[in-house]
């Protein structure tokens, strides 16, 4: 069995760096449209990780240059990375911290309408869930397994680095924003080139 190696990582202030030079990297923030379109670093294309898993092969064809990828604190991007070298793609990194520490620095973000990300949405909904149902548990004993359920969700969430509640939150129309397909994406990186 073979253990999975750390993510690449680049520090913001060198990513920063990076872009103003002849040769910048390709920036590919995997965050939802809306937490894209609430802040995001100029010139960086939103390719959604879950866009990513399912059209790696075609987005993978017009990347040729170093990637960096970026979303809010640098899990997803860790997942994106994976995805991207499970293909062959060598020369990919994830900015350290992801954009809390790029907006920590006092880099320079474009900003739009401002959204929760989604990690902070997935502690609203969990906690939420598990204090009603604790709650409801006095009048109804057997609700108490539902805080069990999301408790237990929350542990795998943690173990296997995914979110199944993250992914389904990231479908309501609240985080969608802009329009983000692949032919879309497959068109901004064509013209990025």
């Known amino acids: 069995m073979t253990t999975p190696t750390a993510a690449a990582v680049i520090d913001p202030s060198e990513l920063d760096a990076m872009l103003v030079t002849t040769t910048p990297p390709r920036v590919l923030d995997v965050r939802t449209p ?3 379109e609430s802040a995001h670093i100029a010139g960086s294309y939103n390719v959604p990780l879950d866009l990513l898993r399912e059209h790696r092969d075609e987005i993978v064809e017009h990347l040729d240059q170093h990637v960096v ?5 640098g899990q997803r991007a860790a997942q994106a990375e994976e995805t991207l070298r ?8 994830v900015l350290d911290g992801g954009m809390a520490a790029w907006e920590g620095r006092g880099l320079a973000v474009n900003r739009g309408r401002t959204r929760w990300d989604l990690e902070r949405q997935v502690r609203l909904v969990a ?5 009603s149902s604790v709650l409801a548990s006095t009048a109804v004993p057997r609700l108490k397994w539902m805080a069990a359920g999301i408790g237990g969700g929350l542990t795998f969430a943690a173990v296997s680095n995914t979110c199944a509640m993250g992914l389904l939150l990231a479908k309501l129309p609240y985080n969608r924003g802009a329009e983000c397909d692949a032919a879309t994406v497959r068109s901004q990186l064509s013209a990025g080139k």
């Open 69 to 73: 990828l970026v979303c809010r604190s």
């Open 86 to 93: 499970a293909v062959g793609l060598p020369n990919v990194h």
């Open 127 to 131: 906690g939420s869930i598990v204090l």
């Open 34 to 36: 809306g937490e894209f």
